[in-house]
């Protein structure tokens, strides 16, 4: 009773030592326990593309319109994404100094696309792929292309339809948090299973992947989010950035939910005398959209799996992954590790098949017990700087 009490990150760090000590010391339990990760994979591989498809479809159709200063909101708003997609170029420039490869759960090969081109003529295909077919074989593409264009169309529908729609969305959210709550014992089996067919290092691979990514988050917090707001207020932007870390971003460390962080940033926002017309409409925005972490795990993972599978990522190609890594984590779902269900969405963009993307998520999840509340640290403190930033451009004029 006494464990089913632990929250989630002791229990995955249980989870990770027991599953690394049985893969070492009785390596013959391997193989079936290693069956708890791939129904934990399956299960992820199962829910993933319905909750993109239902979580944006609802979150535009739902969209209210505000009476804020619409300047000031879409200034906030393109700062989410310029923030976004800085944070991926920083993801992109770590990987290829230091290159990261995980140990899969099993071998398999990637097809790379010959030329940015056929990138682009893939991506452009699988946005306008069939809906059905595009939830049956796991298409984010066509299921965030159809969830766009389903919102704006169901914008115009009657108030409870579009009600349905949100409780239809929270319900398949609902069930990817008990799928969640089984992570400890999926990765318990992917673990044990890693560490008898691979080894240790393994394990220090996803030490390293960790690494990585928790820098290029520290980065963006201490190095670009600065620049960013000093070249809007042109003033140290210092201060401000620390107190919206001390303040917002330890507690969002250890809820791990920028949406159980809202009231947190309201009241911070208040305190630091942000016009409240504006707060009060980009930060619960931000909540939902601005994912700066997001884009640095899917960019970070995406590259470590290319690298894994000794695939050739050229400039264009990478250039293209930031600006889907960016546009994909506005899709995030508000549940603990919502980014990694998004990593084959971007996967896909090299051809990595399914199986192999989800096998990604899987190694994710056994990092997540550091990268989810960073990034979720990161994403909640961001969306108070850049509120108070472009606050103080319109107190300024």
């Known amino acids: 009773?006494?464990?089913?009490?632990?929250?989630?990150?002791?229990?995955?760090?249980?989870?990770?030592?027991?599953?690394?000590?049985?893969?070492?010391?009785?390596?013959?339990?391997?193989?079936?326990?290693?069956?708890?990760?791939?129904?934990?994979?399956?299960?992820?591989?199962?829910?993933?593309?319905?909750?993109?498809?239902?979580?944006?479809?609802?979150?535009?159709?739902?969209?209210?319109?505000?009476?804020?200063?619409?300047?000031?909101?879409?200034?906030?708003?393109?700062?989410?994404?310029?923030?976004?997609?800085?944070?991926?170029?920083?993801?992109?420039?770590?990987?290829?100094?230091?290159?990261?490869?995980?140990?899969?759960?099993?071998?398999?090969?990637?097809?790379?696309?010959?030329?940015?081109?056929?990138?682009?003529?893939?991506?452009?295909?699988?946005?306008?792929?069939?809906?059905?077919?595009?939830?049956?074989?796991?298409?984010?593409?066509?299921?965030?292309s159809w969830a766009v264009l389903l919102g704006l169309s169901f914008r115009k529908a009657p108030d409870t339809f579009r009600e349905h729609l949100q409780i239809a969305a929270d319900g398949v959210a609902s069930i990817v948090r008990y799928v969640i709550k089984l992570a400890p014992i999926g990765i318990f089996g992917l673990v044990c299973f890693t560490v008898a067919t691979v080894g240790m290092q393994a394990l220090a691979g996803y030490a390293s992947l960790a690494t990585v990514l928790v820098a290029a988050m520290l980065i963006m917090a201490l190095l670009v989010n600065p620049l960013l707001v000093f070249f809007l207020t042109r003033e140290n932007p210092y201060p401000i950035v620390l107190q919206c870390l001390q303040e917002s971003g330890i507690t969002a460390f250890f809820t791990r939910s920028s949406a159980a962080n809202i009231p947190v940033n309201l009241s911070l926002a208040k305190k630091l005398g942000i016009s409240e017309e504006l707060y009060s409409v980009t930060i619960p925005v931000g909540a939902t959209v601005n994912m700066t972490g997001a884009a640095i795990t899917i960019t970070t993972l995406t590259l470590a799996a290319t690298h894994t599978l000794g695939i050739e990522v050229s400039l264009p190609a990478a250039l293209l992954l930031c600006v889907i890594s960016a546009l994909s984590a506005c899709g995030a779902s508000g549940v603990p590790s919502g980014s990694l269900l998004l990593i084959p969405l971007a996967c896909s963009l090299f051809g990595i098949p399914l199986d192999v993307s989800m096998q990604v998520v899987a190694v994710g999840f056994i990092i997540s017990v550091i990268q989810d509340s960073a990034e979720t640290a990161l994403n909640s403190s961001t969306d108070v700087v850049y509120t108070y930033a472009v606050d103080q451009i319109g107190k300024s004029d």
């Open 1 to 144: 009773m006494r464990l089913l009490q632990m929250g989630l990150i002791p229990q995955i760090l249980l989870g990770v030592v027991l599953g690394a000590l049985l893969g070492v010391f009785v390596p013959t339990v391997a193989e079936p326990l290693g069956l708890l990760g791939q129904l934990f994979v399956a299960m992820l591989k199962a829910v993933a593309p319905l909750l993109v498809m239902l979580l944006v479809m609802s979150a535009i159709a739902n969209r209210h319109e505000s009476g804020s200063d619409g300047r000031k909101t879409l200034i906030v708003v393109a700062l989410y994404v310029a923030g976004m997609v800085c944070a991926a170029i920083v993801a992109l420039i770590l990987s290829q100094l230091f290159p990261q490869t995980i140990a899969l759960a099993a071998s398999a090969e990637g097809a790379p696309p010959v030329a940015v081109s056929a990138v682009l003529t893939d991506v452009l295909l699988k946005l306008v792929d069939n809906p059905v077919n595009a939830l049956l074989t796991g298409n984010f593409l066509g299921c965030l």
